[in-house]
């Protein structure tokens, strides 16, 4: 059971600050949960919210606003923001390539903030007894990543570091398992991937990394609402912002039992989680900046030139500024 080495080490001094925060906002609020008021929490497997579901922070610090909380699982980001679009959900998280695809396609949400920069969570890998020692010498071989991804992303900017272009390579589109599956076959010289996929390859699939994201990609975890959901509650993303900092901060005390938490819901091995976790700054929550929002226009603005996205698209548009120092 998720309990006493993750979260209770310091849960008294969390739940503390949490309440005493949310209080500061309840003046004349009704005591104990409203059902007309319910914070409904989109979230993945491989993100900061499934540990803050856990926890039960988020129920602690909202109840004295009267809220309560319906936590509703994604298999990933595109769908997860689709159900901000049909109202279905309130609040969620994605990473940053996702987003910017929405973004294109017109899907109405606001970023509110952001983790930090995990760059070496995602890298490109080769079988270990492979000629290739360098991303250079893809020149001409197959390179697998999944189109429209995080890693794509990844490549396009490896490329332009080298002063290559994907006519350079033979780039093959598949999803994760697809490509472990090709890989482990050697029907592929190289594969483009993030943790836990990248861990798992290093650890069970015998590949050897050439180089990661660093410099790169910052490979961020964003956290969204719907579009008009701060109009009718409008302290909620400043709690949820309090519950994600505090997530961060009991995760990384203790990495190992992060990983043997994430493990079993994921499915992955103890050890490979544990590598992947090693790496993962992806915990903490800030505000956004205008850094971070450059960051994620480079990003699109990449994926514009190469025909992936219908049209260009500004990304501080769609930043909460009240979260941001961004003017």
Wanted: net charge positive; hydrophobic share 45%; proline share 5%.
């Amino acid at each position: 059971m998720f309990a006493a080495r993750w979260v209770f080490t310091s849960i008294r001094g969390v739940i503390s600050s949490l309440v005493g925060a949310s209080m500061l906002f309840t003046v004349g609020a009704v005591s104990g949960a409203d059902s007309s008021k319910v914070v409904r929490v989109g979230y993945q497997k491989s993100g900061a919210l499934l540990l803050t579901k856990s926890s039960g922070l988020l129920e602690k610090a909202l109840g004295p606003l009267g809220y309560s909380v319906v936590w509703r699982e994604f298999s990933s980001g595109l769908p997860l923001l689709e159900a901000l679009k049909g109202g279905s959900i309130d609040i969620g998280h994605s990473g940053d390539a996702p987003l910017l695809f929405a973004q294109a396609a017109g899907i109405p949400f606001q970023i509110f903030g952001a983790s930090n920069p995990s760059p070496e969570s995602t890298g490109v890998v080769v079988p270990k007894d492979s000629s290739v020692h360098s991303f250079a010498e893809l020149k001409g071989k197959k390179l697998a990543f999944a189109k429209g991804s995080s890693a794509h992303l990844v490549v396009a900017q490896l490329l332009a570091r080298e002063g290559l272009t994907f006519a350079d390579i033979k780039p093959v589109y598949l999803e994760p398992p697809d490509a472990r599956a090709a890989f482990e076959a050697k029907a592929i010289d190289a594969w483009a991937i993030w943790d836990p996929f990248l861990a798992a390859a290093e650890v069970e699939g015998g590949a050897r990394l050439i180089v990661n994201g660093a410099g790169l990609s910052g490979h961020r975890e964003f956290y969204v609402r719907r579009a008009d959901f701060l109009k009718t509650n409008p302290k909620v993303v400043d709690v949820v912002m309090a519950a994600l900092a505090d997530t961060g901060r009991a995760a990384k005390s203790d990495p190992k039992a992060t990983a043997d938490f994430l493990a079993g819901k994921l499915g992955i091995t103890p050890a490979v989680m544990e590598r992947s976790e090693l790496r993962k700054q992806r915990y903490f929550a800030q505000p956004m900046t205008a850094e971070i929002v450059n960051e994620q226009q480079t990003g699109a603005d990449i994926f514009f030139r190469l025909g992936l996205m219908p049209k260009a698209i500004r990304v501080a548009d769609i930043v909460f500024r009240s979260h941001t120092s961004i003017p």
